[in-house]
């Protein structure tokens, strides 16, 4: 699994980083607060995945 991650690291950060980009569009377009949670949801997400915890994490 460790050497499945190493090897594909870039091609999984492209996929959770579109994940983001498209939650974050339906967001944007939909009036709703439900889709807005998802998508700060998987913002999180890549966050912890880019290591962005801590003294890392810029305030927003």
Same mark, same amino acid.
């Given at each position: 699994?460790?050497?499945?991650?190493?090897?594909?690291?870039? #091609?999984?950060?492209?996929?959770?980083?579109?994940?983001?980009?498209?939650?974050?569009?339906?967001?944007?377009?939909?009036?709703?607060?439900?889709?807005?949670?998802?998508?700060?949801?998987?913002?999180?997400?890549? #966050?912890?995945?880019?290591?962005?915890?801590?003294?890392?994490?810029? #305030?927003?």
């Amino acid at each position: 699994m460790i050497n499945y991650i190493a090897n594909h690291a870039d #091609d999984i950060l492209t996929v959770a980083s579109g994940l983001v980009a498209s939650a974050s569009a339906v967001a944007a377009l939909t009036p709703t607060p439900k889709d807005d949670g998802i998508a700060l949801l998987l913002r999180k997400l890549l #966050d912890v995945l880019a290591l962005n915890v801590g003294n890392a994490r810029r #305030d927003r």
